[in-house]
């Protein structure tokens, strides 16, 4: 299994800012998810992250809205931008097994507020 | 449409075994997917099923029936630490359809 981290845990934000939440894995991956979960709901697939080309987003979620990075094979940024208090909710990331039922493994996930 | 469908929520008692049933439609079928998520916590996998019938792991079990669209999670023994929201997930067949379609989620609340 794949170790994720995430930071930060946990954050309050205000109407209209922007903020990057990071991803490390401890090893290499092809593809990294960014999910969203909102209180009392399953998870929401926002887009996937591939190293060296552009993220493919979900339908109802845009770039501009939700800007990715994918710099190497063990890191990934999602910035929620311009936020509004619809925004809040847990941000996860999460990366594929390399075998058998290829399951996916998550992060602590990032607890955002926004006020 | 895709859709998958779980009850929102059980109860149960420690010691008893329960089901939490999954029905799904979906495009395409590459394997179906029980995860736990603790409350605060992120979702933790727990079983995979792609072909028919019962895959048991511990106290865990998993069933699934493709020409029905269904499978049950089987939970024995339970314990107060099964207290959980246990999400069904199915994966599409091809391209952009590989991605994981996810239920709401039943929250399982396990009494003494």
């Known amino acids: 299994s794949a170790v994720i981290s995430q930071k930060p845990s946990r954050d309050i934000c205000q109407r209209g800012t922007s903020l990057t939440i990071q991803c490390q894995v401890d090893?290499?991956?092809?593809?990294m998810f960014w999910y969203r979960q909102q209180p009392g709901q399953s998870l929401t697939l926002i887009a996937t992250?591939?190293?060296?080309?552009?993220?493919?987003?979900e339908s109802g979620f845009v770039i501009d809205k939700f800007p990715i990075s994918r710099p190497n094979l063990t890191f990934s940024t999602l910035t929620v931008s311009n936020m509004s208090p619809e925004d809040s909710s847990i941000y996860l990331c999460?990366?594929?097994?390399?075998?058998?039922?290829?399951?996916?493994?998550f992060g602590p996930g990032t607890r955002l507020t926004v006020t | 449409g895709q859709n998958i469908d779980q009850p929102t929520e059980m109860t149960a008692t420690e010691g008893a075994i329960v089901q939490i049933n999954c029905t799904y439609q979906?495009?395409?079928?590459?394997?179906l997917f029980w995860y736990q998520q603790h409350a605060g916590e992120a979702p933790t996998f727990l079983s995979y099923n792609v072909l028919d019938g019962l895959e048991e792991k511990g106290r865990f079990s998993s069933f699934l029936s493709r020409s029905k669209g269904y499978s049950y999670l089987l939970l024995k023994e339970l314990q107060m630490k099964d207290s959980a929201s246990y999400l069904c997930?199915?994966?599409?067949?091809?391209?952009?359809?590989?991605?994981?379609?996810w239920g709401l989620g039943t929250s399982l609340a396990v009494n003494p």
């Open positions: 992250a591939n190293q060296g080309s552009e993220a493919t987003y």
């Open positions: 979906t495009s395409g079928f590459n394997g």
């Open positions: 997930a199915v994966r599409g067949n091809a391209g952009n359809n590989r991605k994981l379609i």
């Open positions: 999460s990366v594929k097994s390399r075998g058998g039922s290829y399951e996916q493994y």
């Open positions: 090893s290499q991956v092809t593809m």
